[in-house]
């Protein structure tokens, strides 16, 4: 190539970056590599930040007043400086009349004739944040919500068997303060606070005489009790939890050997939500007094599940269930 034309393709390439610089959606800066002075700014970060292209030309970028944290901002320029490439998924920026936005900011070294620059692209994300926090919004009315809906069934439950509704309260209770100890997300442990509150939904449906019948059941009696599991799921498996709160009420007497019930279901096919609530269930079922019985009290209830531990019942939940107990000191709450 001769260098005429050289020079004919090195000035259309040029414009063609000067076009594309001009017209960017995106913010861009250029940056001199060793100082930081602005070199060149394009409209799009004019308009954005509103400062006028005089006002940014020639000043350092941590002077013109648009970076919140100017300490930050000298410290990311030396490690852009060292590294040639920094990164902000979400930078606060300042509006010339101090308005706050979030923008994404990218910014990489490179040579231009010999010479080091360093190119900032900066996008608005302002709206997209907008949107993110509505969305945060309306998820946080729907939890409300589904939780107002699940203590208005546990209500049910306790206007008809006061007991029932006491012990899934204090299930629930119990599971809340192991699924913590686990160091579970709090939208898990939402979900599975909310499914034992109404574990025992299905027994508003069991004869009250079948549930405060002293002594041992008959085979057909028990059967009916066992049926409590299937009754709650029926109730509400068709509410659409971002749970499996259904699936919580209807395995909860599920075991790891597959020795429970309804369906002999065998380890990981039950339901972290159902493994958590037997554990709980076990604990606050043996220790507690019932209308027909006195309870065994929690040092047996413990032994209970600690002897099932691995067989019966999930260990790390068994693990946390003990060391609540007796380690933290927890009890179960006198009011509920």
Known sequence: MNPFSAQIDATTSELRYRRLFETAQDGILILDFTTGVIQDANPFIINLLGFSKEELIGKELWEIGAMVDKAAAITAFTVLKDKGYIRYDDLPLKHKEGRILNVEFISNAYGVHGDRVIQCNIRDISDRKALEAELLKYQHSVTIAMREMVETLSRVVVARDSYTGGHMKRVAHLCTAIATE?????????????AALIHDIGKIVIPAEILTKLGSLADFERKMLQNHVQAGYDMVKHIHFPWNIAQGVLQHHERLDGSGYPNALIGDVICLEARMIAVADTVE???????????KGIAAALEEVAMGRGHLFDDDIVNACLKLFKEDHYSFPENL
Do not use: C, Q, V, W
């Open 285 to 295: 079922a043996m220790s507690a007094d019932r209308p027909y019985r006195k309870g």
């Open 182 to 194: 686990l160091d579970l997300p709090f939208h898990t442990i939402e979900g599975i606070n909310m």
